[in-house]
């Protein structure tokens, strides 16, 4: 191995979360120094089962309100209407009889 290219390997301690710590050894800051976790495994959700976990999509949401709020659909049904059509008037649609638009056929015929 080359001399003077390697990183200093030292003992530091490691702060978790809830303020217990342990004494490891690595390459960062200089030999004694303490590294304050911000997440460890008690806190992270990967560990905890994710309830802790920051929801980044509400400002998204928020963000997409604010600029389509106001907009309205042409056509759309109203607020708190139904789309869907109820099952008495679909089937009253169904039962009228349908007109037939003339066609040059029956036109010819009817001229003979």
Known sequence: MKEGIHPEYHSIKVVMTDGSSFETRSTYGKEGDTLQL??????????????????????????????????KMVGAAPKG????KPKAE????SAKPKSEAPTKKKEKKAEE
């Open 90 to 93: 679909t089937a009253a649609a």
């Open 81 to 84: 209407a139904s789309a869907a």
């Open 38 to 71: 911000d997440v460890d495994p008690k806190t992270h959700p990967a560990w905890t089962g994710g309830g802790g976990h920051i929801n980044e999509n509400a400002s998204q949401v928020a963000k997409f309100n604010k600029r389509f709020g106001g907009f």
